[in-house]
T-cell receptor, first 114, second 118 residues
Framework: NAGVTQTPKFQVLKTGQSMTLQCAQD?????MYWYRQDPGMGLRLIYY???????DKGEVPNGYNVSRLNKREFSLRLESAAPSQTSVYFC?????????????FGPGTRLTVT | AQKITQTQPGMFVQEKEAVTLDCTYD???????LFWYKQPSSGEMIFLIY??????QNATEGRYSLNFQKARKSANLVISASQLGDSAMYFC???????????????FGSGTRLSIRP
């Protein structure tokens, strides 16, 4: 089991460029999440997907779009990157009914926008 | 609205001592869950412990225990016999919603940086 994988691990973008962060999990989890973590800060929820085919906004959705491609994959897209989006992005997944909702996290993507 | 507050930005503790990391929360939902995660300097997020709002007993996992005081809306993490490897950022988090529903938002506090002195 690879758990939660994220690609790429590092990325540098110029202002206005677009990119997609990829996330996949092999634990057959229903729910998936995207967070950002700014230096010295906690995690802030960008978007989440309770199940395949559904997505919902989190605390800081502006400037991002997501796609729940299938049960395994949940991608995050930056259409026009801004320096304020420089951050570490974490993807996570969790099981749904009957569990403690413990989230399993990927290793993170370190994004710098210049 | 959901809110998680961690008032201790940083703490220093002597090795082998016990340490308590504070967490208070605010929610109007009677059904919720509380988590603690550890983030070492390497950056990964490590799940430590979970407490459900209807759980009668405080959760324990090895050296970790969660001091759940529902009336005070606090969910402090207690680490017994601290070790040098416990030096890390610690995050408290909360989920609202019923256990048999689909996933709801999980929000995190700002974290506490714990440093263990030898």
């Amino acid at each position: 089991n690879a758990g939660v994988t994220q690609t790429p691990k590092f990325q540098v973008l110029k202002t206005g460029q677009s990119m997609t962060l990829q996330c996949a999990q092999d634990m057959n989890h229903n729910s998936m999440y995207w967070y950002r973590q700014d230096p010295g800060m906690g995690l802030r929820l960008i978007y989440y997907s309770a199940s395949e085919g559904t997505t919902d906004k989190g605390e800081v959705p502006n400037g991002y779009n997501v796609s729940r491609l299938n049960k395994r994959e949940f991608s995050l897209r930056l259409e026009s990157a801004a320096p304020s989006q420089t951050s570490v992005y974490f993807c996570a997944s969790s099981e749904a009914p009957g569990s403690s909702y413990e989230q399993y996290f990927g290793p993170g993507t370190r994004l710098t926008v210049t | 609205a959901q809110k998680i507050t961690q008032t201790q930005p940083g703490m220093f503790v002597q090795e082998k001592e016990a340490v308590t990391l504070d967490c208070t929360y605010d929610t109007s939902d009677p059904s919720y869950g509380l988590f603690w995660y550890k983030q070492p300097s390497s950056g990964e997020m490590i799940f430590l412990i979970y407490q459900g709002s209807y759980d009668q007993q405080n959760a324990t996992e090895g050296r970790y225990s969660l001091n759940f005081q529902k009336a005070r809306k606090s969910a402090n993490l207690v680490i017994s016999a601290s070790q040098l490897g416990d030096s890390a950022m610690y995050f408290c988090a909360m989920r609202e919603g019923h256990a048999d529903s689909s996933a709801s938002k999980i929000i995190f506090g700002s974290g506490t940086r714990l440093s263990i002195r030898p």
